[in-house]
């Protein structure tokens, strides 16, 4: 059974709020934030949350996730559509993972529609707002 998650967000989601407002919502990433740990205490999990901007720094925490993680859920930004590096750490640590995305990808440009992490995650969820998120915390918790 899952006890500790970690969620990772990517590039630019430290502008929630302000960037796009009409694609990503109005409320700020420390709202977001607040209600996954909610969601995750209410589930009875333990939750870190990480934010980057920076490839390397998004992977060296994936590998950390090996030793104090259970599940990560991850949005992985921009970096989504084309790191394989992102890719490889995932399916190097071998925990469950969650993709998971604020917008429909699948309704915005077409290069957002392409997941290199996808096939080495568990599943994935978009399109829901930050309910995306607050679902992968109960898909984990159920894992």
Sequence with gaps: MVKKILVIHGPNLNLLGEREPNVYGESGIEVLNNNIIDRASSLGLECEIFQSNHEGAIIDRLHSARGDSDGVVINAGAYTHYSYAIRDAISAIKIPC?????????????????????????????????ASYYLAVQALAEM
Excluded: Q, T, W
């Design 98 to 130: 969650i993709e998971v995305h604020i917008s429909n990808v699948d309704a915005r440009e077409a290069f957002r529609a392409n997941s290199v992490i996808a096939p080495v995650c568990r599943g994935s969820i978009s399109g829901l707002g930050f």
